[in-house]
């Protein structure tokens, strides 16, 4: 599995760092989070959400954060790369106060895009009923 390279890589610290802030940003509540292992990755999704939020990985020199939502985020930080449909990268070489703050962004920002398409879907839901009751 990835996440155990990565927790056997001189990254390992930083590695760690990154995904404590992710899980405590995502949720306060730790059983809402699910982290998924694979052989390329670890990924972070939300229950509440019923969706996923970003993977991590140890790259050579920095921890690779992948964002699932990063192409309809607004990047205020400014430490996107870049240019796939869905997906945008996040380089962390260190971890101080500007990254905990970009990663607590994106994940309010991935927040603020779930909650509109729960919403939207909740809308059709009961757009259809009416339709449906005509």
Not at 81 to 98: A, L, P, Y
Request: glycine share 6%; charged share 35%; hydrophobic share 35%.
């Amino acid at each position: 599995m990835q996440f155990d390279k990565d927790m056997n890589s001189s990254l390992a610290e930083l590695f760690l760092d990154v995904r404590d802030c992710i899980i405590t940003n995502i949720s306060n509540d730790e059983s809402d989070i699910k982290e998924n292992f694979t052989n390329n990755l670890t990924s972070y999704y939300s229950k509440e959400f019923d969706s996923g939020f970003c993977y991590i990985r140890v790259k050579d020199d920095y921890v690779h954060i992948g964002w699932f939502k990063g192409a309809f985020i607004e990047d205020i930080p400014n430490l996107f790369f870049g240019k796939g449909k869905i997906i945008r990268g996040q380089k962390i070489k260190k971890f101080g106060k500007t990254e905990k703050k970009a990663i607590k962004y994106y994940i309010d920002q991935t927040k603020i895009l779930l909650i509109e398409k729960c919403e939207k879907k909740q809308m059709k839901k009961k757009e259809n009923y009416e339709i449906n009751d005509m």
